[in-house]
């Protein structure tokens, strides 16, 4: 346990989910902060179902600002946080999880589009105010470079992905556990995740294989008129076996990922892409459109696809499916890239990232 | 050049391409294109964002319209019973804070045609003396 010096870290991020990545991340550090002896807390502006116990308000912090203790945003979006971490005392430290650019979202959320767009512009203003800022990408930290940040380093996202040991949701396995070939994709239904692509190159896959199926995880509240134009686009091509989901619990998730016989991306935009890793830890083979920082998540593994050829890439997937040999090879490598970002790794590079800060004042 | 690249042994991925273009191929002969098929069928639904923010003029009528369902003054509670004055309070509240957000997101749309117009601007007036 340390000495009565230790200065106090608190996290900080918009929203505190279930089920939520950077959610998750910040449950993770609070434990590992917490193990080595900091007094740590999470400060949310709002707290999702069932998250009340596990954070509080922001405005709440207030008693507790300090210029010895650190605060430690999780910046994804803009939110009234912003200026709140600005004006503390205290020293500043954010771990960037990128920003969907605001041109996806034009012409189908106009809230969206300017609370992404402004997002930009509070990330710029943070540059002259943070002493460290954590990327969870290359990608990401080069975007942080280019807002204007001095120290920048990457760290990947410290996820524990042995929570997906979870039993899975008896209810969706009864439900889908026929055999069928299914394709799935996990991630909120957004312009930029593109999961109109997936279901033209899914026409195409039914056409192949009739006895398949294509899941499509993620809340659809972000956005809802793209969900109304995926429910048109399944309409028009007549589809059956497209099932979108909506947001589902951690062990419904745990059984679509169990059910899935190939995991299919087609995102636009990535900071990251956690569901890439959980893909590769159920041993799916990945076939991903190469974006932002997809190839460097998957980082010569899986299936990297340079053009949304749809019938070429349903073609591709076929050819996965058929051939047990070309599945192994590919998941055996996809294994070496899961125990990179293990919660082992992870979390020893990040402690050490907050060791050096907090030492860096000496 | 491969539309795809996976570390696999290249006979298997020379393989693989071969398939690929013989199954597209084939299922393109099969009768119907399935891509001209697939275009007729989705015509311009996935033109999305080509739209512009036509309808906000509408979707701020629609907003103020919902809260004026509710009275603005104090005085507009006068005959509610308690728990029933508690619920519309929160109601307004609620809405309000959505006008607050909605509003912000209007302004800072204004804001981006202005910087586009200001641009377009800029652009005019550099070409004119290139076209004289």
């Known amino acids: ?362 | 050049m491969s539309f795809f690249d996976a570390d696999i042994d290249a006979q298997r991925k020379a393989e693989l391409e071969a398939a690929i273009a013989k199954g597209a191929s084939e299922r393109r002969a099969d009768g119907a294109d399935p891509t001209s098929e697939e275009r007729r069928k989705i015509g311009d639904l996935l033109e999305y964002n080509r739209r512009e923010f036509e309808d906000i003029t509408y979707d701020l009528y629609n907003a103020r319209k919902f809260v004026r369902m509710f009275p603005d003054e104090a005085e507009g509670y006068g005959g509610l019973l308690g728990w029933a004055k508690r619920f519309y309070r929160r109601v307004v509240r609620r809405l309000l804070r959505q006008q607050i957000v909605f509003n912000e997101a209007v302004l800072g749309v204004l804001e981006d045609l202005d910087e586009r117009a200001k641009k377009l601007k800029g652009e005019e007036g550099r070409r004119e003396p290139e076209q004289k």
């Open chain 1, 1 to 362: 346990m340390m000495g009565t010096q230790t200065p106090q870290i608190h996290q900080f991020l918009p929203v505190l989910d279930e089920g939520d990545a950077i959610g998750n991340e910040a449950k993770a550090i609070q434990r590992l902060l917490r193990g080595a002896g900091y007094v740590s807390e999470i400060f949310a502006w709002r707290a999702g179902k069932g998250q009340g116990r596990s954070c509080r308000h922001y405005s709440r912090h207030r008693a507790l600002r300090a210029p010895e203790n650190v605060m430690l945003y999780h910046f994804s979006v803009c939110c009234p946080i912003t200026a709140y971490f600005a004006g503390a005392p205290d020293r500043k430290m954010i771990v960037y999880h990128n920003i969907t650019p605001a041109r996806f979202f034009a012409g189908l959320d106009e809230q969206v589009y300017y609370i992404t767009k402004k997002g930009r512009r509070e990330l710029a203003q943070l540059a002259n105010v943070v002493e460290c800022a954590l990327a969870v990408s290359d990608y990401n930290a080069g975007e942080l470079r280019d807002a204007g940040y001095g120290r920048v380093e990457t760290v990947p996202l410290v996820v524990d992905y042995d929570a997906f040991d979870a039993t899975p949701d008896e209810t969706v396995l009864g439900r889908y556990d026929d055999g069928w070939t299914n394709l799935l994709f996990v991630g909120r239904l957004s312009p930029n995740k593109k999961q109109e692509d997936l279901i033209r190159i899914f026409y195409h896959y039914k056409r192949i294989n009739p006895r398949s199926r294509l899941f499509l995880v993620g809340s659809a509240r972000q956005v809802p008129r793209y969900r109304e134009v995926l429910d048109e686009l399944v309409r028009r091509l007549k589809l059956s076996d497209v099932v979108i989901t909506g947001g589902v619990s951690h062990r419904a998730l745990v059984a679509y990922y169990k059910l899935a016989s190939a995991f299919v991306c087609m995102s636009e935009h990535e900071g990251f892409c956690v569901p890439l890793i959980e893909a590769m830890r159920f041993d799916l083979p990945v076939v991903a459109y190469d974006s932002s920082a997809v190839a460097e998540t998957l980082d010569g593994t899986g299936v990297l696809v340079r053009e949304k050829r749809h019938a070429e890439i349903a073609e591709l997937i076929h050819g996965i499916m058929e051939d047990d040999g070309l599945r192994g090879e590919l998941v055996e490598k996809q294994r070496r890239r899961v125990a990179y970002y293990g919660y082992a790794s992870t979390s020893t590079r990040f402690m050490e990232a907050i060791g050096s800060f907090v030492q860096a004042r000496g």
